[in-house]
């Protein structure tokens, strides 16, 4: 509250003691304290409500157990709905990883089409690297499977249309792997956007910051690594044919061919949380990039710091970067003008804005004291002042432990279960997508990105 009071009535017209004694009681700013909740998440089972509460599991098989794949089986293991049936990774150490992930032997294989064969499971997990979602994701809809796909949904802007349609025109559900979309921090603070307490918004900023091996990707090739123990020829696919080279398996982030680089590892949560915030589901009408690769010269293909300003609909700014040598908090803070509301951690703050009528001050230092006491006086005769309403800043807190990855695959079984829609559906995802890749193309291009909506692609 105090940097309401340094920003409101108080400061701005240079007052003194005998200002406010002159302008009455009214003026003073009414203390206001923090209202804290503590979320309750609802219940993995309560979310799948219907039949599939009534104890039918949702069968699905895992395609792709790396990193990602092993930590949603992980996740999983607590969602009562979902039962993994099947594993399959063309990397044999992954799918050994993936095993232990879910706990449980089940059928492990290089090919995933050979779940798809099988008429008993309902749905699939695809934690591919990102260019070979479009195929698996395709190859899984014709087969009549319900699909859960890790972000970025698309390798290229053709791809995510591609996905749309199938999933459109084969009535399939697909929900897109952006956790925090489920997540009841951002459910909280997309209500509160919602309800108009802002007032209006134009500027959203978000950004994460990372200065770790891990969090540039450089991550270690794993022993034994050979290329008997893969099918190089299914992870290649059809990008640039290569020979085997582990680098490029176990960092594919770091290259075009089969990544998107910061933009659609880590801008792709940062617009998917402003779209789940804001409610604008859309592409941005404009990208502007800038960066640098400065640290991280190892022969990646993109850089380690990549900044973007978006425009989207209705007069939205949205402003985002990623820097890959330094560490940061990661927030997501919205501008309103009549509160600003910033998502951190496990934290949700809304804080009134101080929107009374004030006199202009700062011209005043300039004016002799007996000018502007005049001028203060007949300011406040003019202008009388209602006792300052600022209401008590709110903050939400998630529960210690609280897993989104659980509530999003919740969310994907529950809708396979009654076809309701998914939170993170394929327009969705594949709007964010776009985004990202409007983010390097204008890095690339070194031009502003548009978004031409006729022809579905981007033009410099
Ligand atoms: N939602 C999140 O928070 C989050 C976090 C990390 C990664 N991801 C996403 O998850 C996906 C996987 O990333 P990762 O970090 O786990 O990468 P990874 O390289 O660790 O895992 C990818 C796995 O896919 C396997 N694979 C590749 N082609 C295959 C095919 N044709 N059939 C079966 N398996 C195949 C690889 O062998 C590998 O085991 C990416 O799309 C990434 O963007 C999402």
Not at 94 to 121: C, M, N
Not at 158 to 167: K, L, M, Q, R
């Amino acid at each position: 509250m105090a940097d309401l009071r340094e920003r409101g009535i108080m400061k701005v017209p240079s007052l003194t003691r005998r200002d406010f004694v002159r302008m009455g009681a009214g003026a003073a700013v009414a203390g206001a304290a923090i209202k804290t909740t503590l979320l309750e998440p609802p219940s993995l089972l309560a979310q799948a409500a219907g039949e599939a509460a009534g104890g039918r599991k949702i069968r699905f098989a895992s395609i792709g157990t790396g990193i990602r794949g092993s930590d949603l089986l992980r996740s999983a293991r607590n969602v009562p709905t979902g039962e993994c049936v099947g594993i399959a990774d063309i990397y044999d150490m992954h799918q050994k990883s993936g095993v232990e992930a879910w706990g449980k032997e089940v059928p492990t294989t290089r090919d995933y089409r050979r779940f798809l064969d099988d008429k008993s499971i309902d749905a699939v997990i695809v934690a591919t690297s990102d260019h070979l979602h479009k195929h698996v994701v395709l190859d899984a809809v014709a087969a009549g499977k319900d699909v859960y796909v890790e972000k970025p949904m698309s390798h290229k802007v053709s791809d995510g249309f591609e996905i749309v349609e199938a999933v459109q025109n084969g009535k399939r559900i697909l929900q897109t792997g952006s956790q925090r979309v489920s997540n009841i921090l951002f459910i909280k603070a997309a209500e509160i956007y919602a309800s108009g307490k802002l007032g209006d918004v134009h500027y959203i900023e978000s950004h994460t910051n990372r200065n770790s091996p891990s969090g540039a990707w450089v991550y270690p090739i794993a022993p034994g690594f050979t290329p008997e123990t893969i099918d190089w020829k299914e992870f290649i696919r059809d990008a640039p044919p290569r020979a085997f080279d582990p680098v490029r398996f176990f960092r594919w982030r770091c290259f075009e061919d089969y990544g998107e680089g910061l933009a659609g590892d880590l801008f792709v949560h940062l617009i998917s949380g402003f779209q789940r915030v804001s409610g604008i589901n859309a592409a941005p009408a404009r990208a502007l990039s800038t960066g640098s690769l400065t640290h991280f010269k190892d022969g990646r293909d993109f850089p380690d710091l990549l900044a973007t300003y978006y425009e989207y609909p209705n007069n939205m700014v949205l402003a985002l970067h990623c820097n890959q040598n330094y560490q940061s908090e990661e927030p997501l803070i919205v501008e309103g003008s009549e509160a600003g509301m910033i998502l951190e951690g496990n934290r949700l703050t809304v804080t009134p804005q101080n929107t009374r009528p004030q006199p202009e001050g700062y011209s005043l230092d300039g004016w002799t004291s007996e000018l502007k006491h005049q001028y203060l006086a007949e300011w406040y005769k003019a202008n009388p002042q209602p006792p300052i309403q600022i209401e008590a800043a709110e903050e939400y807190i998630l529960p210690r432990g609280y897993d989104d990855t659980a509530a999003h695959l919740a969310n994907f079984f529950h809708a396979v279960e009654t076809r309701e829609h998914v939170v993170e559906d394929e327009v969705f995802g594949n709007h964010a997508a776009i985004g990202c890749h409007m983010a390097n193309y204008s890095y690339f291009h070194k031009s502003v990105a548009h978004w031409d909506e006729e022809t579905r692609s981007i033009k410099g």
